[in-house]
């Protein structure tokens, strides 16, 4: 069929894809961040949402709310009073989520690794850590990077298959459960 007898049946405006990209173009180009920091890093993160280098580019969005967000950008030092809240925020926050870690101190302590007797020597001991940039601080560019590679990450996955496989086995445990606690009730 030529183009021009496409156009005419309106078949043109049909595109077949496998679910898994389709659903993974749109996640993959919209990762809403959570906006909060935490210390200096925090001034960069900022400057990469600002006008110049403007996160909205590649699709990333501020939200306030850790309910809204898929992805938490730990900006700065974690202090370990801050460590349990950074921890419950992500709790919060629905799946599928992803955390980046900007900067040394996010990392591994920073300049406080070694006498930082107040400080978390990386925030990987109590969320799980998808992306690390380095840098004190990172400039946006290198948090851009970061994103980007989230992005990519992102791609990857099947979300489909994942989804539909943990449903199915849940179903399944309820099943069993059920059936033992029938048998366990009859006996
Ligand atoms: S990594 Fe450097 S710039 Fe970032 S919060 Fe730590 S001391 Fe500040």
Redesign the pocket.
Known sequence: MTSEQYGKSGLGDIIVAPLNKLVNWARATSPWYFQFGL???AIEMMATAASRHDLERIGMMPRSSPRQADVMIVA??VTLKMATRVKKLYEQMADPKYVVSM???ATSG??YWQYGYHVLKGVDLVVPVDVYVPG??PRPEALIEGLLKLQEQILQERPMQDTVSKNIRELFSRKTKERKSAAATAA
């Open positions: 210390a200096c890093c700065g030092t900067g040394s101190c920073g300049p004190c601080p």
